[in-house]
């Protein structure tokens, strides 16, 4: 699920006073300069204080499970389903396979789920650049009113990805370059960036390439383009472009189900068209909140989505120019799948709502539970929980961030909207395994 939500770029530095004490009664483990620096043999538990250096200033640390808060109170069996879902995918590789089989052989209860993660796991404290706190965002699989074919309420597509959407991998000599390519298509969608290509692509004109495996654009006469922006695609550039999936009944609702990334469009009938992620145009993620607040719409403090939608309601001559700030725009696929599941997160696998978040995939093993200690946004309370690294997103940057599910429909939307709050991570790996 891939786009998320804008208020996660508001200040947050007035959270941490609500946060202090939330976690745990005593002090953190934090990183340091100690412990083991040669790796274990595979399958060993590396001991308590081993300290593993990552890319991008990031350090890992081993912790016993003491280190982590209410750790003995959670709720091991649900974290238990939440994994065994990641294992549809992580089976299938040699350092997760004995874990995946233990997970399933594991009976769905607490004391069983318990002795699961702490005998197979190790325990890693993330942290960056000497920091172990980060910033903890929610989301939430939104629901639309809309329909399948347009109507009178109904105005608004939502498209799948256009016929003249082209991907092309992209050599990683080039990541971060700006240099002028030589781009020659190869099959429908695809290219190749080539020394005798027909189109020629300004990497300067693209969004940055740096964490990309792929340009992303269209081809235009002689020429490899970026995509249209939102602003274009919401002035009619994708008339006849690409397919439509269903309408949404308001543009707001349609937009935040851009950055959710996923949802459920209700259609009059009562039933659902359930959306996942299928790409996107690649231009960089713009907070809109973050420019009302610029511009005096809304205060800083206040560009949660509930305010957000509240003040375009009120505005509504203001909707095209707010929206169109942020350039960015997510094309969808229709999903399959039973009423209760959750949406596909960037895995593959079905989000569990409470147990799944979305990490930095350059630091968080994709598929591996974390331990999370952040705030619980209703009550103001620690929350601290196991959960599973299910998903990814353009605004999840950092190796001690973490944006987390917490489920579909409009409950679970309010209580996203609201949490902002400083947080730690620890992420658990099969014994043997370095991050």
Known sequence: MNQKSLWRYACWGAAAAVLSGCFWGGGISRPDTGGGTVAPPVGTAPPEGFVRQGAGGATFRVVSYQHLPEWHGQPFAASLDAFRKSCMKLASRAEWAGVCRQAAATPPDHRAAKAFFERYFTAWQVSQGGKTQGLFTGYYEPVLGGDVRPTARSRFPIYGVPADFVSVPLPPSLKGSRAT??????????????????????????????????????????????????????????????????????????????IQGSG?????????????????????????????????????????????????????????????????????????????????????????????????????????PIFIATTHPDTRQGLNRLIVAQDTGGAIKGAVRVDFFWGYGDAAGQTAGKMKYPGYVWQLLPNGVMP
Do not use: C
């Open 181 to 258: 390519v030589r781009v020659n298509p190869t099959a429908p969608n695809t290219g190749a960036i080539m020394a005798n290509g027909a189109y020629t692509a300004d990497l300067s004109k693209f969004s940055p390439v740096t964490n990309t495996t792929h340009l992303k654009g269209r081809f235009e006469g002689n020429r490899f383009v970026p995509y249209f922006t939102r602003h274009q695609i919401n002035g009619g550039a994708l008339d006849g472009r690409a397919p439509i999936l269903g309408y949404a009944d308001d543009p707001v609702e349609l937009f935040f189900l851009h």
């Open 264 to 368: 459920r469009v209700r259609t009059p009938n009562g039933r659902f068209l359930r959306l996942g992620y299928a790409d996107k145009n690649a231009h960089s993620y713009v907070s809109i909140g973050k420019y009302m607040a610029d511009r005096g719409y809304l205060p800083l403090s206040q560009t949660s989505m509930q305010n957000i939608k509240s003040w375009l309601a009120a505005n509504p001559s203001r909707l095209a120019e707010v929206l169109g700030q942020n350039p960015s725009y997510v094309f969808f696929r229709p999903l399959e799948g039973a009423p209760h599941e959750g949406p596909i997160g960037a895995l593959g696998v079905p989000l569990s709502g409470g147990f799944s978040g979305a990490v930095d995939r350059q630091f968080i093993t994709l598929g591996a």
